[in-house]
């Protein structure tokens, strides 16, 4: 059964150095201890994800059904899709990248190799439908001093590269090392999720030149959320948002601050 929380607003110390607006508060949980990487659900389940494992529960009672097999290493985001749960996939923090997008078959639940990317531009960490549910969207991330270097590249249905985009200076510095964990549309704009600050940047990508390769992306506004970072999720059920709390290891629930 989901539990009901307060709202969350703003970051803790420590956290995003962006002057946040309102944005998502939480509105309830869900206990997982595989809720470390990325959360998704749908009007009757709910997928928590850790490094190696897709979990899935019954909405309604919060009751585990099964857990994924399949090897898989790390684990990102999850995005569902067509009733299947898609998540990046990696050899993060080994050298040289290898990235994958992983597929989670609930009538099965096997876990398997979706598409593998030859030579990535680094280490995967979300992938998503594009607008109109063309083609795809995939962020490779890079850390520390090579954090300039993550860019969010677009994909046609085959995964041939259109076009590729470097984030913003501020939001950059922003990351404390690391980088964007996960990301929905929003409209016409992406929600680009923390790797553990409670912060989720609104992006706008150029209305002009999509097939031009090395434009930046654009920030619009930083809004507080309740998700200490990792990938989140549309809630198809409430119209809000689905993500994670790593240290609780709990899935959390949000909608829009009113």
């Known amino acids: 059964m989901l539990a009901l929380l307060l709202p969350l607003v703003v970051a803790g110390p420590g956290g995003s150095q962006l002057s946040l607006r309102p944005g998502w508060v939480a509105t309830g949980n869900l206990q997982s201890k595989y809720a470390t990487q990325a959360a998704a659900a749908d009007d009757t389940r709910v997928y928590a994800v850790s490094n190696t494992t897709v979990a899935e529960y019954d909405r309604a009672t919060g009751k585990l059904l099964g857990t994924s097999t399949g090897k898989a290493e790390h684990l990102n985001s999850a995005y569902l899709w067509n009733g299947k749960v898609y998540c990046a996939h990696s050899n993060y ?12 078959d609930p009538a099965t639940r096997q876990l398997t190799v979706f598409h593998k990317f030859d030579r990535p531009p680094g280490s995967l960490t979300w992938c998503i439908r594009g607008p109109g549910d063309k083609g795809w969207w995939c962020c490779f991330a890079h850390y520390k001093d090579e954090n300039a270097q993550t860019i969010v ?32 549309w929003d409209g016409d704009t992406l929600l680009v999720s923390h790797h553990h600050f409670k912060v989720l940047y609104r ?55 009113k």
């Open 93 to 104: 923090p080994k050298k040289p990248d290898e990235s994958d997008i992983r597929v989670y």
């Open 153 to 184: 590249v677009k994909m046609d249905d085959g995964f041939k590269e259109l076009a590729r985009w470097t984030f913003p200076t501020t939001v950059v510095d922003d990351w404390d090392g690391m980088s964007a964990s996960g990301a929905i």
């Open 203 to 257: 992006l706008r990508v150029a209305d002009k030149g999509l097939e031009v390769k090395g434009m930046d992306l654009q920030l619009v506004e930083a809004l507080a959320c309740p998700f200490p970072g990792q990938g989140i999720a549309r809630d198809p059920k409430t119209g809000g948002l689905v993500g994670i709390d790593r240290e609780k290891r709990e899935v959390v629930f949000a909608e829009r601050q």
